[in-house]
């Protein structure tokens, strides 16, 4: 069974919107960054292999590399917010 304390935090974090926020923007910031993960590999293998014309190749790799970059930002400061917040509370 449940401690008191354990449930009051469950109720917390349904009934605050910032932290249902930040939890759904990291998850679907996530998801996005592995769909570009995968599509940088598979371009980088395009390259390599010489299928595709290089210079188009080599500018969408710049791009989504720029992308992913700006997100795993995005994401770094997604939880340390999350961090921060969750240290506040608990020296509450």
Known sequence: MKKISE???LADDYLNADKRKRKSKIKCLKHVLKKL???EKKLEKEYAEGKRNKEKVSK???MIHAHRKKGLALLKQLKKEKAEAKKAK???
């Open 90 to 92: 608990s020296q509450e």
């Open 7 to 9: 449930l009051m935090d």
């Open 60 to 62: 969408e790799l710049a």
């Open 37 to 39: 993960r995968k599509r």
